[in-house]
């Protein structure tokens, strides 16, 4: 099959940890893979914001990467991006004349906005993935969600036209059917984990003699790390490691780094809060193994790629009950899930599995079980290809219409 990824503002090849880079590159990137190791042709089309990025690349792992000129090439914040989108489409639709694919794949709603633009007039169909709704972020951010006032009636267009809509997990499906998307057109596909990177056997971090909790993501407020850095006022000998955002001199002027700093220090836990910036994709397996515990804390989260990474590397997981996390994280299994937003619920959850390593131990156990079963990304080509074929259309075997009519 030939597929055409669009992440207009998420390139596979982008590093992860800073601001608009996060769980979209990953998924671009380790799903194109997984197609690519099945014999599919995979190409991802993504915005160039640098000009002095080649056209196209030849990924290692098979899938190609073509740059598209939209807009000035340089970086934008992804929610800038919507005056680019006709151009974006124009180019797919040129370059879709000359290779038509028999699919494509958008994934976030501006990619859809282009993909749904450039297949319409071309018949290829279009399965989309949001990875974050409008109408959620809405909710959660209010006054401070920086989307484009047009967001969320353009979500609703690009769903009800799409062949098939992908959720990341069972809490979208619902908002997404909300926007009157027949259910019959959505599938939950989770993202995947790679089981060989991340593992319980491996390098660990280095540490010293403090328990330790870790947390990943972008610096950004919807992550919750200040409800973290609240809940270490509760644990006693125990140090949070906050991984993500910029590195060296730029984690120093970045906005929410030093708010963070700020706040550990006000509550006297600033000698135990560590942030390190953004750290190597390489070097993640062994950050996370050397943590007792991994906490997530946001105020939302449409899927959660890092619990799923912890649980693949045996440690147990402490994670609000938001969004895609209640689908990952069994709740007295795998981790245990607390209310969002409330850090003294946090930190007893914690502390508890400080406490009895001998149940922190059976969660590891059990999410690395879990993680195998559900989220390896050989099973999440396998379901994305079944959501595929219900999308494309299947030719009527020759003589199939003459008989009919007879």
Same mark, same amino acid.
């Not at 990924?59 to 939209?70: E, I, K, S, W």
């Not at 979500?155 to 992908?166: D, T």
């Given at each position: +099959?030939?597929?055409? +990824?669009?992440?207009?503002?998420?390139?596979?090849?982008?590093?992860?940890?800073?601001?608009?880079?996060?769980?979209?590159?990953?998924?671009?990137?380790?799903?194109?893979?997984?197609?690519?190791?099945?014999?599919?042709?995979?190409?991802?089309?993504?915005?160039?914001?640098?000009?002095?990025?080649?056209?196209?690349?030849?990924?290692?792992?098979?899938?190609?990467?073509?740059?598209?000129?939209?807009?000035?090439?340089?970086?934008?914040?992804?929610?800038?991006?919507?005056?680019?989108?006709?151009?974006?489409?124009?180019?797919?639709?040129?370059?879709?004349?000359?290779?038509?694919?028999?699919?494509?794949?958008?994934?976030?709603?501006?990619?859809?906005?282009? /993909?749904?633009?450039?297949?319409?007039?071309?018949?290829?169909?279009?399965?989309?993935?949001?990875?974050?709704?409008?109408?959620?972020?809405?909710?959660?951010?209010? /006054?401070?969600?920086?989307?484009?006032?047009?967001?969320?009636?353009?979500?609703?267009?690009?769903?009800?036209?799409?062949?098939?809509?992908?959720?990341?997990?069972? =809490?979208?499906?619902?908002?997404?059917?909300? +926007?009157?998307?027949?259910? /019959?057109?959505?599938?939950?596909?989770?993202?995947?984990?790679?089981?060989?990177?991340?593992?319980?056997?491996?390098?660990?971090?280095?540490?010293?003699?403090?328990?330790?909790?870790?947390?990943?993501?972008?610096?950004?407020?919807?992550?919750?790390?200040?409800?973290?850095?609240?809940?270490?006022?509760?644990?006693?000998?125990?140090?949070? &490691?906050?991984?993500?955002?910029?590195?060296?001199?730029?984690?120093?002027?970045?906005?929410?780094?030093?708010?963070?700093?700020?706040?550990?220090?006000?509550?006297? &836990?600033?000698?135990?809060?560590?942030?390190?910036?953004?750290?190597?994709?390489?070097?993640?397996?062994?950050?996370?193994?050397?943590?007792?515990?991994?906490?997530?804390?946001?105020?939302?989260?449409?899927?959660?790629?890092?619990?799923?990474?912890? +649980?693949?590397?045996?440690?147990?997981?402490?994670?609000?009950?938001?969004?895609?996390?209640?689908?990952?994280?069994?709740?007295?299994?795998?981790?245990?899930?607390?209310?969002?937003?409330?850090?003294?619920?946090?930190?007893?959850?914690?502390?508890?599995?400080?406490?009895?390593?001998?149940? /922190?131990?059976?969660?590891?156990?059990?999410?690395?079980?879990?993680?195998?079963?559900?989220?390896?990304? =050989?099973?999440?080509?396998?379901?994305?290809?079944?959501?595929?074929?219900?999308? &494309?259309?299947?030719?009527?075997?020759?003589?199939?219409?003459?008989?009919?009519?007879?």
């Amino acid at each position: +099959m030939r597929i055409s +990824m669009v992440s207009e503002h998420a390139s596979p090849l982008a590093a992860l940890g800073e601001v608009d880079a996060g769980g979209q590159n990953l998924h671009v990137a380790e799903l194109s893979a997984a197609l690519s190791a099945r014999g599919h042709q995979v190409t991802v089309y993504t915005r160039r914001d640098d000009p002095g990025l080649p056209e196209e690349v030849s990924c290692a792992d098979g899938y190609r990467v073509v740059h598209v000129p939209a807009g000035p090439p340089e970086r934008i914040p992804k929610d800038e991006l919507l005056p680019y989108m006709g151009e974006f489409a124009d180019f797919l639709r040129a370059r879709w004349t000359r290779e038509r694919p028999d699919l494509a794949h958008a994934h976030f709603w501006m990619s859809g906005l282009a /993909a749904t633009l450039a297949a319409r007039e071309l018949d290829v169909p279009v399965v989309q993935t949001f990875h974050a709704l409008g109408v959620v972020k809405q909710r959660h951010q209010g /006054a401070a969600d920086t989307s484009p006032p047009e967001r969320v009636k353009l979500e609703r267009l690009i769903g009800r036209r799409a062949a098939r809509v992908a959720a990341t997990c069972t =809490d979208e499906v619902f908002e997404i059917a909300r +926007m009157g998307v027949p259910r /019959a057109r959505i599938g939950v596909v989770p993202c995947g984990v790679d089981l060989s990177r991340f593992a319980p056997d491996g390098p660990r971090a280095a540490k010293g003699a403090r328990h330790r909790v870790v947390t990943v993501g972008r610096l950004v407020p919807r992550k919750g790390f200040d409800l973290a850095i609240e809940a270490l006022r509760k644990l006693p000998q125990t140090e949070l &490691v906050i991984a993500g955002g910029p590195q060296g001199g730029r984690l120093a002027r970045d906005g929410e780094a030093r708010r963070l700093r700020a706040l550990a220090e006000r509550l006297g &836990v600033g000698d135990r809060v560590l942030l390190p910036g953004q750290v190597r994709r390489a070097d993640m397996p062994a950050l996370l193994r050397s943590a007792d515990v991994v906490a997530c804390t946001p105020w939302y989260e449409p899927f959660g790629i890092v619990p799923l990474e912890a +649980m693949a590397c045996g440690v147990p997981v402490v994670a609000a009950a938001v969004g895609g996390l209640p689908d990952t994280v069994v709740d007295g299994v795998t981790g245990t899930l607390v209310p969002p937003r409330q850090p003294d619920a946090l930190a007893e959850a914690i502390r508890h599995l400080l406490r009895n390593p001998v149940t /922190a131990d059976g969660y590891g156990i059990a999410g690395r079980d879990r993680a195998q079963a559900r989220y390896s990304w =050989d099973r999440i080509a396998y379901d994305t290809l079944r959501l595929y074929r219900r999308a &494309v259309p299947t030719p009527e075997p020759a003589g199939a219409t003459r008989k009919a009519a007879e």
